[in-house]
């Protein structure tokens, strides 16, 4: 039985959370991408408890006039810059099952920009 695009990246996604967690010293950097919009989040996944997040529809982050990759970059300088406030400068990054490629990858950069290391 072939498998459904969805069922394929759950499939990849869990194979990455056996090796990625987040601990209180280097929290997880996890991503969803939906059609439309990205969300990121640094989750600490020994209390389970999420540090800051940031998503391309949060009014501060202007996605007006971008194109999904720029706005992509945007959610990882805004998130990077909460984090930071936050006291959190190494991450793991957890890429949710998705290519590190197009949206995904401009997020982690535009994370890097703003100071976070992983």
Known sequence: ????????????KSRIRKIVSGTEARPRLAVFRSNKEI???IVDDVTGKTISAAS?????????????IEAAALVGKSLAEKA???????????????LYH?????LAEGAREAGLKF
Do not use: C, H, P, W
Request: proline residues 0%.
């Open 1 to 12: 039985m072939a498998l459904t695009k969805n069922q394929r990246r759950l499939r990849i």
């Open 56 to 68: 391309s529809r949060d009014k501060d982050i202007n996605t007006a006039k971008v194109t999904k």
């Open 84 to 98: 930071i406030k936050a006291g959190v400068e190494t991450i793991a990054f957890d890429r949710g099952g998705y």
């Open 39 to 41: 969300y990121a989040q």
């Open 102 to 106: 197009g949206r995904v990858k401009s």
